[in-house]
């Protein structure tokens, strides 16, 4: 079982770890029901597609714009507030 935080509010710039190679994934939080995390992606970076058999995954975009795929060979263009969502065994990325 992981261990449980007292916190509930946490900075994103707290978390962002910048990386000119691959795109970073920075834990915020991880519980036995879910695992929170920031990534922090310059342009042409990006994270694979791949797919969580037993939860959901949402993405946030907190600056900038970035190319979601969603699977079947769709991809969508996410801007700055927009909040994307994958069900459980959704190809993503």
Do not use: C
């Not at 990386?19 to 695992?35: A, F, H």
């Not at 795929?69 to 065994?89: F, M, R, S, T, W």
């Amino acid at each position: 079982m992981k261990a449980e935080t007292e916190s509930r509010i946490f900075s994103v710039d707290e978390y962002v770890r910048p990386s000119n190679g691959e795109p970073i994934r920075s834990v915020v939080l991880e519980t036995n029901d879910s695992v929170v995390v920031v990534w922090h992606a310059y342009p042409r970076q990006e994270i694979a597609a791949h797919v969580h058999p037993h939860g959901q995954d949402t993405w946030t975009v907190i600056s900038g714009e970035a190319k979601y795929y969603q699977g079947n060979g769709v991809e969508i263009h996410l801007k700055a507030g927009d909040i994307a969502i994958a069900k459980p065994g959704q190809v993503h990325g």
